[in-house]
């Protein structure tokens, strides 16, 4: 069974503070994305990876990076958290081609 | 802009009866994909749609893939409580097996 694993189920943080969101998975798949979850908007796209050291921006970058220098870590960071960016984070992996994402149990993050 | 329409958002069903949701999507695709998420919990596959006239089967529930029409949609049969979630489709725009764009979520309740 394909596993994708989140470093922390829930997070509280300050405004400003600087956010690490961990994801792995134990497929060796070339694929990795980071989405944020929000009612009423489905699931959007933050960051996406084909390959180690490679990253490519989603529908929604501002004030996210991601760094991936080991093909089964994806990792999220908030620069300077802000409200507005309290949401649940999903990370996800693929081989590519037509096999769907897997997803991890999501990160449910709150920022006061 | 691409985008992906689900329509209802909200559906709530009796046991036993039969239901569809529908999945529009504005740019050409050969590529649908539909998730369920339960309450609190990640995404889990439930079918890969890869072409044209495409219909998966599991269970109660069916999906098809009409894409002159740019159309899914996912068929419940006799529902069941069991069945009561957050179900998600998803189109992979560039059909490369990257990023997927998704829906808002249809919220199914199946009360007895």
């Known amino acids: 069974d394909v596993k994708v694993t989140q470093s922390s189920r829930y997070l509280v943080k300050r405004t400003g503070e600087k956010v690490f969101l961990e994801c792995v998975q134990d497929m060796d798949h070339e694929n990795m994305f980071w989405y944020r979850q929000d009612p009423g908007l489905g699931l959007r796209l933050i960051y996406f990876?084909?390959?180690?050291?490679?990253?490519e921006k989603g529908d929604i970058p501002e004030g996210y990076s991601v760094s991936r220098e080991k093909k089964e870590r994806f990792s999220l960071i908030l620069e300077s958290a802000s409200t507005n960016q309290t949401s649940m984070y999903l990370c996800?992996?693929?081989?590519?081609?037509?096999?769907?994402?897997?997803f991890g149990p999501g990160t449910r993050l709150l920022v006061l | 802009e691409l985008k992906v329409e689900q329509n209802p958002l909200f559906l709530s069903m009796q046991e036993g009866k039969n239901y569809t949701i529908y999945c529009n999507y504005s740019?050409?695709?050969?590529?649908l994909y539909w998730y369920r998420q339960d309450p609190g919990k990640s995404l889990e596959s439930l079918f890969v749609l890869l072409s044209n006239g495409a219909v998966k089967q599991e269970g109660r529930l069916m999906a098809s893939l009409d894409t002159k029409a740019r159309l899914s949609t996912l068929h419940i049969t006799a529902a069941v409580h069991d069945l009561s979630a957050t179900y998600f489709c998803?189109?992979?725009?560039?059909?490369?097996?990257?990023?997927?764009?998704f829906g808002q979520g249809t919220e199914l309740s199946v009360k007895p």
């Open positions: 740019t050409t695709s050969d590529r």
């Open positions: 998803a189109v992979d725009p560039n059909n490369q097996g990257g990023k997927l764009i």
């Open positions: 996800a992996s693929s081989t590519g081609g037509t096999e769907t994402q897997y």
């Open positions: 990876s084909y390959d180690v050291k490679m990253k």
